[in-house]
Protein backbone atom coordinates (compact mmCIF):
# COMPACT_ATOMS: atom_id res chain seq x y z
CA UNK A 1 0.00 0.00 0.00
CA UNK A 2 3.06 2.42 0.49
CA UNK A 3 3.85 0.77 -3.03
CA UNK A 4 0.92 2.42 -4.33
CA UNK A 5 1.04 5.99 -2.53
CA UNK A 6 4.28 6.92 -3.60
CA UNK A 7 3.39 5.78 -7.08
CA UNK A 8 -0.09 7.87 -7.36
CA UNK A 9 2.47 10.81 -5.47
CA UNK A 10 0.26 11.27 -2.49
CA UNK A 11 3.09 10.41 -0.15
CA UNK A 12 6.79 11.38 -1.27
CA UNK A 13 9.08 8.48 -2.40
CA UNK A 14 11.46 6.93 0.11
CA UNK A 15 10.15 9.24 2.51
CA UNK A 16 10.25 7.30 6.16
CA UNK A 17 7.96 10.12 7.56
CA UNK A 18 5.24 9.97 5.17
CA UNK A 19 5.27 5.93 5.83
CA UNK A 20 5.23 6.26 9.22
CA UNK A 21 2.32 8.39 8.79
CA UNK A 22 0.67 6.52 6.38
CA UNK A 23 0.53 3.17 8.62
CA UNK A 24 -1.02 4.98 11.38
CA UNK A 25 -3.64 6.45 9.34
CA UNK A 26 -4.36 2.75 8.08
CA UNK A 27 -4.22 1.07 11.14
CA UNK A 28 -7.29 3.15 12.32
CA UNK A 29 -8.88 2.89 9.19
CA UNK A 30 -11.25 -0.09 7.67
CA UNK A 31 -9.93 -1.02 4.38
CA UNK A 32 -10.09 -3.08 1.52
CA UNK A 33 -7.86 -3.99 -1.06
CA UNK A 34 -7.55 -5.42 -4.38
CA UNK A 35 -4.64 -7.37 -5.60
CA UNK A 36 -3.77 -8.63 -9.38
CA UNK A 37 -1.36 -11.74 -9.37
CA UNK A 38 -1.72 -11.28 -5.07
CA UNK A 39 -0.02 -8.24 -4.73
CA UNK A 40 -1.89 -4.54 -3.80
CA UNK A 41 -2.73 -2.86 -6.45
CA UNK A 42 -5.91 -0.84 -4.59
CA UNK A 43 -6.62 -0.12 -1.82
CA UNK A 44 -9.84 2.42 -0.33
CA UNK A 45 -10.11 3.39 3.53
CA UNK A 46 -13.11 4.72 5.33
CA UNK A 47 -13.03 5.96 8.71
CA UNK A 48 -15.96 6.79 11.25
CA UNK A 49 -17.40 10.39 11.88
CA UNK A 50 -20.80 12.42 12.33
CA UNK A 51 -22.51 14.86 9.78
CA UNK A 52 -24.91 17.36 11.71
CA UNK A 53 -28.20 19.02 9.95
CA UNK A 54 -28.99 21.73 11.95
CA UNK A 55 -29.28 20.62 15.54
CA UNK A 56 -29.06 16.64 14.78
CA UNK A 57 -25.95 14.66 14.68
CA UNK A 58 -26.14 11.64 12.24
CA UNK A 59 -23.39 8.38 11.94
CA UNK A 60 -21.38 9.19 9.10
CA UNK A 61 -18.91 7.11 6.40
CA UNK A 62 -15.92 9.29 5.42
CA UNK A 63 -14.18 7.46 2.44
CA UNK A 64 -10.87 8.81 3.26
CA UNK A 65 -8.75 7.74 0.26
CA UNK A 66 -9.34 5.64 -3.19
CA UNK A 67 -5.91 5.13 -4.03
CA UNK A 68 -5.11 2.69 -7.26
CA UNK A 69 -2.04 1.74 -8.43
CA UNK A 70 -1.02 2.75 -12.43
CA UNK A 71 -1.10 -0.77 -13.60
CA UNK A 72 -4.65 -1.16 -11.84
CA UNK A 73 -6.46 1.58 -13.84
CA UNK A 74 -9.33 1.05 -15.49
CA UNK A 75 -10.52 -2.42 -14.00
CA UNK A 76 -13.13 -1.15 -11.88
CA UNK A 77 -11.47 -1.52 -8.45
CA UNK A 78 -11.96 1.38 -7.03
CA UNK A 79 -15.28 1.83 -7.66
CA UNK A 80 -16.63 -1.86 -6.05
CA UNK A 81 -14.12 -1.55 -3.53
CA UNK A 82 -15.92 2.06 -1.97
CA UNK A 83 -18.98 0.39 -3.10
CA UNK A 84 -18.38 -2.36 -0.71
CA UNK A 85 -17.06 -0.81 2.11
CA UNK A 86 -19.98 1.63 1.83
CA UNK A 87 -22.18 -1.09 1.99
CA UNK A 88 -20.72 -2.80 5.08
CA UNK A 89 -20.98 0.91 6.74
CA UNK A 90 -24.32 0.83 5.88
CA UNK A 91 -25.65 -2.61 7.07
CA UNK A 92 -23.80 -1.67 10.41
CA UNK A 93 -25.77 1.25 11.15
CA UNK A 94 -23.77 4.33 9.19
CA UNK A 95 -26.55 6.65 7.83
CA UNK A 96 -24.35 8.41 5.35
CA UNK A 97 -21.33 8.34 3.61
CA UNK A 98 -19.23 11.30 2.34
CA UNK A 99 -15.72 11.75 0.48
CA UNK A 100 -13.60 14.38 -1.11
CA UNK A 101 -13.74 14.26 -5.30
CA UNK A 102 -10.59 14.45 -7.57
CA UNK A 103 -13.35 15.12 -10.35
CA UNK A 104 -16.83 16.03 -10.94
CA UNK A 105 -19.01 13.51 -11.67
CA UNK A 106 -16.95 9.87 -11.15
CA UNK A 107 -18.47 9.37 -7.70
CA UNK A 108 -22.26 9.99 -8.99
CA UNK A 109 -22.43 6.00 -10.40
CA UNK A 110 -22.47 5.47 -6.48
CA UNK A 111 -25.05 7.67 -5.46
CA UNK A 112 -22.70 10.74 -4.61
CA UNK A 113 -24.48 14.20 -4.88
CA UNK A 114 -22.03 17.25 -5.40
CA UNK A 115 -21.98 19.60 -2.18
CA UNK A 116 -21.97 23.33 -1.87
CA UNK A 117 -19.41 25.70 -3.08
CA UNK A 118 -16.60 26.40 -0.75
CA UNK A 119 -14.64 29.95 -0.74
CA UNK A 120 -10.67 30.03 -0.95
CA UNK A 121 -10.18 33.19 0.32
CA UNK A 122 -6.15 34.39 -0.51
CA UNK A 123 -5.61 37.64 1.21
CA UNK A 124 -2.86 39.92 2.59
CA UNK A 125 -2.95 39.25 6.64
CA UNK A 126 -1.73 42.92 7.12
CA UNK A 127 -5.14 44.59 5.63
CA UNK A 128 -7.04 42.15 7.84
CA UNK A 129 -9.28 45.07 9.70
CA UNK A 130 -9.62 43.15 12.99
CA UNK A 131 -9.66 45.65 16.26
CA UNK A 132 -8.97 42.98 18.48
CA UNK A 133 -5.68 42.43 20.16
CA UNK A 134 -4.06 38.79 19.77
CA UNK A 135 -2.54 37.51 22.73
CA UNK A 136 1.13 35.42 22.32
CA UNK A 137 0.42 31.82 20.73
CA UNK A 138 1.66 28.87 21.71
CA UNK A 139 3.33 26.89 18.73
CA UNK A 140 1.76 23.82 17.86
CA UNK A 141 3.59 20.47 16.42
CA UNK A 142 2.77 17.16 15.40
CA UNK A 143 3.17 15.71 18.73
CA UNK A 144 -0.06 17.91 19.59
CA UNK A 145 -2.42 15.88 17.28
CA UNK A 146 -4.57 14.56 20.24
CA UNK A 147 -5.02 18.26 21.56
CA UNK A 148 -5.39 19.33 18.06
CA UNK A 149 -8.19 16.40 17.47
CA UNK A 150 -10.08 17.45 20.95
CA UNK A 151 -10.22 21.42 20.13
CA UNK A 152 -11.49 19.85 16.30
CA UNK A 153 -14.07 17.76 17.71
CA UNK A 154 -15.14 20.44 20.24
CA UNK A 155 -15.04 23.44 17.90
CA UNK A 156 -18.03 25.73 17.52
CA UNK A 157 -20.15 23.74 14.94
CA UNK A 158 -22.53 24.64 11.90
CA UNK A 159 -24.89 22.84 9.65
CA UNK A 160 -22.99 20.47 7.68
CA UNK A 161 -20.11 19.97 10.06
CA UNK A 162 -18.51 16.85 10.23
CA UNK A 163 -16.00 15.30 12.62
CA UNK A 164 -13.62 12.46 12.14
CA UNK A 165 -13.37 10.32 15.22
CA UNK A 166 -10.24 8.64 14.93
CA UNK A 167 -7.49 11.44 16.19
CA UNK A 168 -4.84 9.19 14.21
CA UNK A 169 -6.25 10.77 10.94
CA UNK A 170 -5.28 14.08 12.48
CA UNK A 171 -1.97 13.15 13.36
CA UNK A 172 -1.58 11.46 9.89
CA UNK A 173 -2.73 14.87 8.32
CA UNK A 174 -0.26 16.69 10.56
CA UNK A 175 2.46 14.67 9.80
CA UNK A 176 2.18 15.22 5.90
CA UNK A 177 2.08 19.07 6.19
CA UNK A 178 5.45 20.19 4.54
CA UNK A 179 6.75 23.33 6.00
CA UNK A 180 4.20 23.16 9.05
CA UNK A 181 3.06 25.95 10.97
CA UNK A 182 0.53 25.51 14.02
CA UNK A 183 -0.60 28.31 16.35
CA UNK A 184 -3.14 28.21 19.17
CA UNK A 185 -4.41 29.56 22.36
CA UNK A 186 -5.17 26.93 25.71
CA UNK A 187 -7.12 28.03 28.63
CA UNK A 188 -6.29 28.29 32.19
CA UNK A 189 -7.00 24.35 32.28
CA UNK A 190 -4.60 23.44 29.28
CA UNK A 191 -6.97 22.58 26.49
CA UNK A 192 -6.34 23.81 22.99
CA UNK A 193 -9.95 25.89 22.41
CA UNK A 194 -8.62 27.56 19.27
CA UNK A 195 -5.75 27.16 16.69
CA UNK A 196 -4.70 27.23 13.08
CA UNK A 197 -2.77 24.86 11.68
CA UNK A 198 -1.12 24.82 7.92
CA UNK A 199 1.99 24.91 5.54
CA UNK A 200 4.23 28.02 5.30
CA UNK A 201 6.06 28.21 2.05
CA UNK A 202 9.21 30.42 2.34
CA UNK A 203 10.21 33.65 3.79
CA UNK A 204 7.15 35.35 2.75
CA UNK A 205 4.51 32.61 2.71
CA UNK A 206 1.88 31.95 1.18
CA UNK A 207 0.44 30.12 4.12
CA UNK A 208 -2.10 27.72 3.63
CA UNK A 209 -4.57 26.83 6.39
CA UNK A 210 -5.52 23.28 6.45
CA UNK A 211 -7.31 23.22 9.85
CA UNK A 212 -9.02 25.96 11.65
CA UNK A 213 -11.14 25.57 15.24
CA UNK A 214 -12.66 28.26 17.73
CA UNK A 215 -15.23 27.42 20.53
CA UNK A 216 -16.79 31.22 19.66
CA UNK A 217 -16.96 34.40 17.54
CA UNK A 218 -14.15 35.70 20.22
CA UNK A 219 -11.71 32.90 19.51
CA UNK A 220 -12.65 33.17 15.47
CA UNK A 221 -11.57 37.16 15.92
CA UNK A 222 -7.92 36.16 18.05
CA UNK A 223 -7.21 33.94 15.52
CA UNK A 224 -7.59 36.72 12.84
CA UNK A 225 -5.90 39.02 14.62
CA UNK A 226 -2.99 36.57 15.15
CA UNK A 227 -2.99 36.17 11.63
CA UNK A 228 -3.01 40.20 11.17
CA UNK A 229 0.13 40.22 13.59
CA UNK A 230 1.90 37.81 11.08
CA UNK A 231 1.99 40.11 8.01
CA UNK A 232 4.87 41.66 8.67
CA UNK A 233 6.69 39.00 7.49
CA UNK A 234 4.23 36.57 6.04
CA UNK A 235 2.16 38.85 2.74
CA UNK A 236 -0.42 36.17 1.79
CA UNK A 237 -2.75 33.99 3.45
CA UNK A 238 -4.84 30.95 1.49
CA UNK A 239 -7.79 29.96 3.70
CA UNK A 240 -11.23 28.13 3.49
CA UNK A 241 -13.70 31.00 4.71
CA UNK A 242 -14.72 29.87 8.13
CA UNK A 243 -18.66 29.03 8.15
CA UNK A 244 -19.25 31.89 10.97
CA UNK A 245 -17.58 34.95 8.61
CA UNK A 246 -17.61 36.38 5.40
CA UNK A 247 -14.24 36.33 5.24
CA UNK A 248 -14.27 39.57 3.03
CA UNK A 249 -15.98 41.84 5.40
CA UNK A 250 -12.84 42.07 7.58
CA UNK A 251 -10.33 42.46 4.42
CA UNK A 252 -9.84 46.31 3.19
CA UNK A 253 -10.27 47.30 -0.36
CA UNK A 254 -10.60 43.65 -1.21
CA UNK A 255 -11.22 44.56 -5.03
CA UNK A 256 -8.66 47.09 -5.59
CA UNK A 257 -6.24 44.40 -3.90
CA UNK A 258 -7.47 42.18 -6.14
CA UNK A 259 -6.62 44.04 -9.12
CA UNK A 260 -3.47 45.55 -8.23
CA UNK A 261 -1.84 41.95 -7.13
CA UNK A 262 -3.23 40.15 -10.11
CA UNK A 263 -0.65 37.37 -11.65
CA UNK A 264 1.42 38.29 -8.99
CA UNK A 265 3.13 35.48 -6.94
CA UNK A 266 0.88 36.90 -3.75
CA UNK A 267 -2.35 37.40 -5.52
CA UNK A 268 -5.32 38.10 -3.47
CA UNK A 269 -8.60 36.39 -4.82
CA UNK A 270 -11.57 34.91 -4.16
CA UNK A 271 -12.19 31.44 -5.74
CA UNK A 272 -14.71 28.95 -5.69
CA UNK A 273 -15.50 25.25 -6.10
CA UNK A 274 -17.28 22.29 -5.00
CA UNK A 275 -14.50 19.38 -3.92
CA UNK A 276 -17.05 16.81 -1.62
CA UNK A 277 -19.71 15.16 -1.96
CA UNK A 278 -22.18 13.16 0.01
CA UNK A 279 -24.78 10.12 0.26
CA UNK A 280 -27.98 9.15 2.15
CA UNK A 281 -27.38 5.36 3.60
CA UNK A 282 -30.12 4.79 5.85
CA UNK A 283 -33.37 7.19 4.10
CA UNK A 284 -35.56 6.15 7.08
CA UNK A 285 -33.62 6.89 9.87
CA UNK A 286 -32.01 10.11 8.64
CA UNK A 287 -35.42 11.57 8.08
CA UNK A 288 -36.69 10.83 11.35
CA UNK A 289 -33.71 12.82 12.42
CA UNK A 290 -34.61 15.56 10.58
CA UNK A 291 -36.40 18.52 12.21
CA UNK A 292 -37.79 21.47 10.25
CA UNK A 293 -39.05 24.25 12.70
CA UNK A 294 -40.99 26.64 11.40
CA UNK A 295 -41.97 24.90 8.39
CA UNK A 296 -45.37 24.13 6.97
CA UNK A 297 -45.54 20.32 6.49
CA UNK A 298 -45.07 19.03 3.11
CA UNK A 299 -45.91 15.40 2.18
CA UNK A 300 -44.80 13.88 -1.37
CA UNK A 301 -43.94 10.43 -3.12
CA UNK A 302 -40.43 9.59 -3.55
CA UNK A 303 -39.10 7.51 -5.93
CA UNK A 304 -35.59 6.99 -5.98
CA UNK A 305 -32.68 5.42 -8.19
CA UNK A 306 -29.55 4.27 -6.49
CA UNK A 307 -26.84 3.38 -9.08
CA UNK A 308 -24.69 1.90 -6.31
CA UNK A 309 -26.09 -1.66 -6.71
CA UNK A 310 -24.69 -2.29 -10.15
CA UNK A 311 -21.56 -2.25 -8.00
CA UNK A 312 -22.30 -4.49 -5.47
CA UNK A 313 -22.93 -8.68 -4.83
CA UNK A 314 -26.34 -9.85 -5.62
CA UNK A 315 -26.85 -11.15 -2.48
CA UNK A 316 -25.43 -8.46 -0.14
CA UNK A 317 -27.80 -7.38 2.84
CA UNK A 318 -27.91 -3.82 1.85
CA UNK A 319 -28.36 -2.69 -1.76
CA UNK A 320 -28.70 1.03 -1.42
CA UNK A 321 -31.90 3.48 -1.07
CA UNK A 322 -33.47 3.27 -4.56
CA UNK A 323 -37.02 2.32 -4.24
CA UNK A 324 -40.53 4.26 -3.91
CA UNK A 325 -41.22 6.18 -0.48
CA UNK A 326 -43.83 9.06 1.52
CA UNK A 327 -41.86 11.49 2.94
CA UNK A 328 -43.48 14.18 5.16
CA UNK A 329 -41.40 17.30 6.10
CA UNK A 330 -41.76 19.49 8.98
CA UNK A 331 -40.74 20.05 12.44
CA UNK A 332 -40.87 16.24 12.21
CA UNK A 333 -39.89 14.24 9.43
CA UNK A 334 -40.15 10.50 7.96
CA UNK A 335 -39.98 8.42 5.11
CA UNK A 336 -42.15 5.15 4.73
CA UNK A 337 -41.64 2.78 2.31
CA UNK A 338 -44.54 3.10 -0.69
CA UNK A 339 -46.21 5.56 -2.38
CA UNK A 340 -49.19 7.63 -1.53
CA UNK A 341 -52.56 8.08 -3.40
CA UNK A 342 -52.97 11.89 -4.18
CA UNK A 343 -49.59 13.01 -3.49
CA UNK A 344 -47.28 15.27 -6.02
CA UNK A 345 -44.55 13.13 -6.91
CA UNK A 346 -40.40 13.71 -6.82
CA UNK A 347 -37.88 11.83 -8.85
CA UNK A 348 -34.74 11.71 -8.00
CA UNK A 349 -31.18 9.82 -7.66
CA UNK A 350 -29.71 9.07 -4.64
CA UNK A 351 -27.05 11.99 -4.82
CA UNK A 352 -29.76 14.86 -5.77
CA UNK A 353 -32.24 14.11 -2.59
CA UNK A 354 -28.75 13.83 -0.57
CA UNK A 355 -28.08 16.87 -1.96
CA UNK A 356 -31.77 18.61 -1.75
CA UNK A 357 -32.06 16.97 1.70
CA UNK A 358 -28.80 18.81 2.87
CA UNK A 359 -29.23 22.26 1.24
CA UNK A 360 -25.88 21.87 -1.05
CA UNK A 361 -28.40 23.85 -3.56
CA UNK A 362 -31.94 24.64 -4.74
CA UNK A 363 -34.42 22.34 -5.88
CA UNK A 364 -34.65 24.21 -9.30
CA UNK A 365 -30.78 24.07 -9.54
CA UNK A 366 -30.64 20.09 -8.46
CA UNK A 367 -33.76 19.95 -11.48
CA UNK A 368 -31.88 21.95 -13.87
CA UNK A 369 -29.17 19.53 -13.28
CA UNK A 370 -31.05 16.66 -13.93
CA UNK A 371 -30.60 14.99 -10.35
CA UNK A 372 -34.35 15.19 -9.46
CA UNK A 373 -37.86 15.66 -11.27
CA UNK A 374 -40.93 16.93 -10.19
CA UNK A 375 -43.69 20.01 -11.25
CA UNK A 376 -42.21 23.56 -10.31
CA UNK A 377 -45.41 23.59 -7.90
CA UNK A 378 -43.62 20.86 -5.81
CA UNK A 379 -39.93 22.12 -6.27
CA UNK A 380 -40.99 25.82 -5.28
CA UNK A 381 -42.35 23.67 -2.24
CA UNK A 382 -39.56 21.73 -1.26
CA UNK A 383 -37.30 25.28 -1.37
CA UNK A 384 -38.92 26.59 0.93
CA UNK A 385 -39.38 23.42 3.26
CA UNK A 386 -35.66 22.63 2.37
CA UNK A 387 -34.08 26.40 2.71
CA UNK A 388 -31.26 26.02 4.94
CA UNK A 389 -27.62 27.51 6.11
CA UNK A 390 -24.85 26.45 3.47
CA UNK A 391 -23.43 23.55 4.65
CA UNK A 392 -19.93 23.47 5.64
CA UNK A 393 -17.71 20.50 6.65
CA UNK A 394 -15.15 22.72 8.44
CA UNK A 395 -12.82 19.78 8.57
CA UNK A 396 -11.10 19.09 5.05
CA UNK A 397 -11.28 15.01 4.89
Known amino acids: MRRIWEETGWIDRDDKDDAKYLAKFLRTSKTLVADIDQVAEC??????????????????TIVASVTTSLIARKQGFASRLTAELIAQDASAGSELAALGMFEQGYYSRLGFGTGPYEHRINFDPSQLNVSHEARVPQRL??????????????????HGSVNV??????????????????????????????????????????????????QSGEQLLELMAMLKALGDQIYS??????????????????????TTTKGGEFEEKNSAEAFWQIRINDLASVMSKTHLPGRASLSFNLSLTDPISNYLADDAPWQGIGGDYTVQLGASCKAESGHQAGLPLLKASAGGFSRLWLGCASASAISLAGEIEATQDLLDKLEQSLCLPAPKTGWEF
Open 43 to 60: VVATAPGTIRHLESELLL
Open 165 to 214: IPPEHAQAEMGWTEDALGLGYRNDNGELTHFVWGENKGEHGPLKVNAIAY
Open 237 to 258: VSMLEPSHLQLQDLINKPFRRQ
Open 141 to 158: TVADYKDVHCALMNRWRS
